[in-house]
């Protein structure tokens, strides 16, 4: 039920990202699929069969990249606070982002003072 309540308030543009993220995994999982489908049928090169896992590293790496950059830009979705412990939560980058747009010094915690030597 929550991942319909997502689809039917999500916006177009929210909709077409999940869709861009759920074809590059097909994509990726239709490579994975062949290197083993290559790796079954000529069990008599497994050099060959470990260069076609190989080059499928990169569009898995890809696909889980875009995977996480699209999670964190859906609105629909709050931050874990998991992420958020190891530095990869919204707070951070929206707080970061937000001190350059308007051109303000960074914010630092009470009680930090610079000291000249």
Request: with cysteine.
């Amino acid at each position: 039920m929550l991942a319909l309540r997502l689809t039917r308030a999500a916006r177009l543009a929210v909709q077409l990202r999940r869709l861009l993220v759920a074809s590059a995994s097909a994509g990726t999982g239709f490579l994975l699929l062949c290197a083993l489908g290559h790796a079954l049928t000529h069990p008599d090169a497994p050099g060959a069969s470990s260069l076609r896992l190989a080059w499928c590293a990169a569009p898995l790496a890809a696909t889980v990249y875009l995977a996480v950059a699209v999670a964190r830009a859906d609105p629909g979705t709050r931050p874990r606070p998991g992420l958020s412990a190891i530095g990869l939560g919204p707070g951070r980058q929206r707080r970061r982002r937000h001190a350059a747009w308007r051109g303000a010094r960074p914010v630092r915690p009470p009680g930090f003072q610079i000291t000249a030597r």
